[in-house]
């Protein structure tokens, strides 16, 4: 079980709440949590990701990753245009926030 800010998330029984609210995510974003949250406050770089979540090393576009990105955010009730549970670090990747920032 991993517990960050108010988001739990369980990888054996894939499930994830924020706060008392369970929520529902596909397999993919899933997974894109999961590689994230399991290493708080550390950047994870969107080359990580595409092998750990796409099990691939082909990509041409972070297109796939910003979508699913957008999709949790939204499920998860992070403000997209200033997120305080994943953040983009520009250039370099995603990371999972520790504590909430502000």
């Not at 709440?17 to 596909?26: C, V």
């Not at 990701?49 to 972070?62: A, I, N």
Request: aromatic content about 8%; overall charge positive.
């Amino acid at each position: 079980m991993y517990a960050v800010q108010d988001v739990r998330l369980d990888p054996v029984g894939r499930r994830v709440w924020r706060g008392d609210h369970e929520i529902t995510l596909s397999r993919k974003e899933f997974d894109l949590v999961h590689a994230l949250i399991s290493r708080p406050g550390e950047i994870v770089t969107r080359e990580q990701l595409m092998r750990e979540v796409w099990h691939t090393t082909f990509w041409t576009s972070s297109k796939t990753i910003d979508v699913h990105l957008g999709w949790v955010r939204r499920k998860l009730g992070d403000d997209t245009r200033r997120p305080s549970l994943i953040t983009t670090i520009r250039g370099q990747g995603l990371r999972f926030e520790p504590a909430t920032s502000g």
